[in-house]
């Protein structure tokens, strides 16, 4: 069953594509405000997003922007701004179609359809073409709690004290997902002044240190609205 995350703060719109789209066999999950948008983006795991622009915690295009920075799932935008500008910037930032409100419930299921075609046609392309040396390496990480080394791919890395105790606690639960208050308080007792902005500075240190490409990290991974987690 094809999953839809609708992002829509007006009742009686959000509604009337909830009803529908539910009808014609999607799973339709709705959140009134970016912010929860974000947050059920993980748990629902959608295959599709359908994003209002007026939306009262977030400006224009800012979320389609955020969230396409944490996503591939193709994102049409549902609009009454109907504006060229609006729509060359919300393509600009990464939408993959654009709806002015008011339209046809028949063209925005066709709309999805379509989208969700090529994006299937597009990653088999990818699968076929993609060569061994394309996919991900393996970390090849080695950690010694004894002598408070980190050796990646070989080579030993130097690290503060806490950025090691930030990275032990990884290690040692992969794909476990550990909230930002979880990993200040594992740090706390060797940093006298630790909060959010803090893991994150270490969390970006260490990205620098063990990835391949930090930009795009393959094992230490963010989980939107939440922390972080460790993939081997």
């Not at 993609?130 to 002598?147: D, K, Y």
């Not at 930002?180 to 500075?201: F, H, Q, T, W």
């Amino acid at each position: 069953m094809v999953k839809v995350l609708l992002i829509e703060d007006d009742d009686i719109i959000g509604e009337m594509i909830c009803m529908y789209l539910s009808e014609e066999g999607f799973e339709v999950l709705r959140t009134h405000n970016g912010q929860d948008g974000v947050s059920a983006l993980n748990e629902f795991e959608p295959h599709l997003i359908l994003l209002d622009l007026m939306l009262p915690d977030f400006e224009g295009t800012n979320l389609c922007n955020t969230l396409r920075k944490v996503t591939e799932v193709p994102i049409i935008i549902i609009s009454s701004n109907a504006k060229v500008s609006e729509k060359i910037e919300a393509f600009t930032v990464g939408a993959d179609d654009y709806l002015c409100k008011p339209f046809s419930m028949h063209e925005l299921k066709a709309r999805i359809l379509a989208i969700l075609r090529r994006a299937k046609q597009s990653a088999a392309e990818e699968f076929v073409n993609a060569s061994p040396s394309s996919a991900p390496q393996p970390i090849n990480l080695n950690i010694n709690l004894e002598t408070r080394m980190l050796f990646v791919r070989g080579e030993s890395i130097e690290m503060t004290f806490s950025e090691f105790e930030l990275m032990r606690l990884l290690y040692e639960h992969p794909q476990r997902v550990f909230r930002r208050e979880e990993l200040i308080n594992a740090l706390r007792g060797y940093e006298s002044y630790i909060n959010d902005r803090a893991i994150d500075v270490h969390i970006t240190n260490l990205r620098k240190k063990i990835e391949v490409n930090p930009k795009e990290p393959q094992h230490i991974k963010t989980v939107w609205g939440v922390g972080y987690k460790f993939v081997v």
